[in-house]
């Protein structure tokens, strides 16, 4: 029995250990690709969208940040491996189930897959899944360190009342992040100012050709990327996004804050990150995308992500992995 519970701490590590590599990938990607698409640069505006020379062999550039970024994903997938056979080996024993951990190896393959092909600045459908993918393995190796711990859940009553509405915020948070990763794979960044757009963005054949997904950006002679209304369509698509993720969360965040007591201090965090969240977001538009900033607004997307995973996990019980 104390072998097996050696095992279980030892499956239990390797998940929180997985899931802070996955949170520094997350950070050193956004930083890269951010970076190479011209957020920082010393020309700014003039020098945003010129396509790296790197970018013609499919390489990311060898910077210190791309370097770690590569050490960090092999290590990662290699950990991931070891926590599905884990998981199968001690199958109903981790308190996570079959299907958490099957879903992040399945992730991971689908993230390496993609990382033969990035950067591929012309085609957007690229980013969006290295960016959504690395969130999505980011969330479920939460859930699954949460779910391997011993401590309880809320009571069936709480759960049953407020978990249908986390699960519509889990689905809310996630589309406002894939809108920012669609908003950032084209380009579309710098496309409107404070306070709104100044050129047309509401046409419905600008909206249709934006969120095509095989859709391939053009360039110029100069290999910059061509910049055209579609993009101001998506960068407001974004925007309208976030006072609504901000209503629903943030409203949902307080109604439980004021009838659960135990779910005080994760509802508190919520409300925190929504509001550094919506900070950086103003503030980088208003100073012209520094890089750092924009890469922050990228690292809070994730613990924003966190804390209300981390909400479903206590209003679900013990018996649902």
């Known amino acids: 029995m104390g072998n097996n519970n050696k095992q279980l701490r030892f499956f239990r590590v390797l998940v929180f250990i997985s899931l802070l590599l996955t949170l520094v990938a997350v950070v050193l990607s956004a930083h890269i690709r951010l970076g190479g698409i011209g957020l920082g640069c010393g020309d700014w505006p003039h020098c945003f969208g010129q396509?790296?020379?790197?970018?013609?062999?499919?390489?990311?550039?060898?910077?210190?940040?791309?370097?770690?970024?590569?050490?960090?994903?092999?290590?990662?997938?290699l950990l991931v491996m070891v926590i599905s056979v884990l998981a199968i080996r001690y199958r109903g024993q981790t308190g996570t189930g079959l299907s958490v951990p099957?879903?992040?190896?399945?992730?991971?393959?689908?993230?390496?897959v993609l990382g033969f092909n990035t950067p591929a600045w012309q085609a957007p459908a690229v980013t969006l899944g290295n960016l959504?993918?690395?969130?999505?393995?980011?969330?479920?190796?939460?859930?699954?360190?949460?779910?391997?711990?011993?401590?309880?859940a809320v009571t069936a009553n709480t759960g049953g009342t407020f978990r249908p509405w986390v699960l519509v915020g889990v689905a809310v948070i996630t589309l406002q992040i894939g809108l920012g990763a669609w908003t950032s794979a084209n380009f579309a960044g710098p496309a409107c100012s404070l306070p709104a757009c100044t050129q047309d963005w509401m046409s419905l054949s600008q909206l249709l050709q934006g969120f095509d997904l095989t859709r391939r950006l053009a360039v110029d002679g100069q290999g910059r990327i061509i910049v055209d209304s579609t993009q101001a369509t998506l960068h407001m698509a974004h925007r309208i996004g976030a006072p609504l993720t901000l209503l629903y969360i943030g409203g949902l965040a307080v109604i439980i804050l004021r009838k659960h007591k135990p779910l005080r201090s994760t509802c508190v965090a919520i409300l925190f990150l929504l509001l550094a969240q919506s900070s950086f977001g103003v503030t980088a538009i208003m100073t012209e995308l520094p890089l750092l900033l924009v890469t922050a607004h990228n690292a809070v997307a994730a613990l924003l992500l966190l804390a209300i995973v981390n909400l479903l996990h206590r209003l679900t019980p013990k018996s649902i992995n």
């Open 132 to 152: 959504v993918g690395g969130m999505a393995l980011l969330a479920l190796l939460w859930w699954m360190g949460q779910r391997s711990l011993t401590g309880e």
């Open 102 to 112: 099957l879903l992040a190896f399945i992730l991971i393959v689908f993230l390496s």
């Open 51 to 77: 396509i790296p020379v790197a970018s013609a062999t499919d390489t990311i550039p060898t910077t210190l940040a791309g370097v770690a970024h590569r050490v960090t994903a092999s290590l990662l997938g």
